[in-house]
T-cell receptor
């Protein structure tokens, strides 16, 4: 049973560029959440998708956008990259109808903005 | 989500039992308690989840007193590989919606020989 997978593992971009990160949820899960984790900090919630729509959003600017596909996989897009966007980006999947929302995380994508 | 407070760091030795306590004084009736473990440059890994009393799995035990204002994660006989950051989270029991997890800075556990 495959867990949550993310690609790419590492990415280096320059300021002003755009980036797309990808996530495949754990088998059987229909909900995908994205988190940003700066060095030494806990993960911060960006947004959550299910049924191909953004359902909740954290305190992140519109430069951060996403998409969920019919197969439940998801993309995170960040436009006009800033140095401060350098972080580990984590994808987590869960089952929406589960009584208690247990989210399972992928290994993350390390984004470095130069 | 209820705010949580946990120690910034803890040190232990191999073979010892480690107990990490988390305070959540404002926990709501429909909140459950979840603990995650995170190694450097990896995603958090679900450890254990509970609502009240005691929960035990193959990795850890979770003790929740009757007032639910705190919880204790117990790791039996730790090894060097248990060195990681441990996060305590409190969130609502859902009835069909999504939820966002609010992480604090966690507890850095260091296990030595």
């Amino acid at each position: 049973d495959a867990g949550v997978t993310q690609s790419p593992t590492h990415l280096i971009k320059t300021r002003g560029q755009q980036v797309t990160l990808r996530c495949s949820p754990k088998s059987g899960h229909d909900t995908v959440s994205w988190y940003q984790q700066a060095l030494g900090q806990g993960p911060q919630f960006i947004f959550q998708y299910y049924e191909e729509e953004e359902r909740q959003r954290g305190n992140f600017p519109d430069r951060f956008s996403g998409h969920q596909f019919p197969n439940y996989s998801s993309e995170l897009n960040v436009n006009a990259l800033l140095l401060g966007d350098s972080a580990l980006y984590l994808c987590a999947s869960s089952l929406r109808l589960a009584r208690a929302d247990t989210q399972y995380f992928g290994p993350g994508t390390r984004l470095t903005v130069l | 989500l209820a705010k949580t407070t946990q120690p910034i760091s803890m040190d232990s030795y191999e073979g010892q039992e480690v107990n990490i306590t988390c305070s959540h004084n404002n926990i709501a009736t429909n909140d459950y308690i979840t603990w995650y473990q995170q190694f450097p440059s990896q995603g958090p890994r679900f450890i254990i989840q509970g609502y009240k009393t005691k929960v035990t799995n193959e990795v850890a035990s979770l003790f929740i007193p009757a007032d639910r204002k705190s919880s204790t994660l117990s790791l039996p006989r730790v090894s060097l590989s248990d060195t990681a950051v441990y996060y305590c989270l409190v969130g609502a029991i859902l009835t069909g919606g999504g939820n966002k997890l609010t992480f604090g800075t966690g507890t850095q556990l260091k296990v030595e020989l």
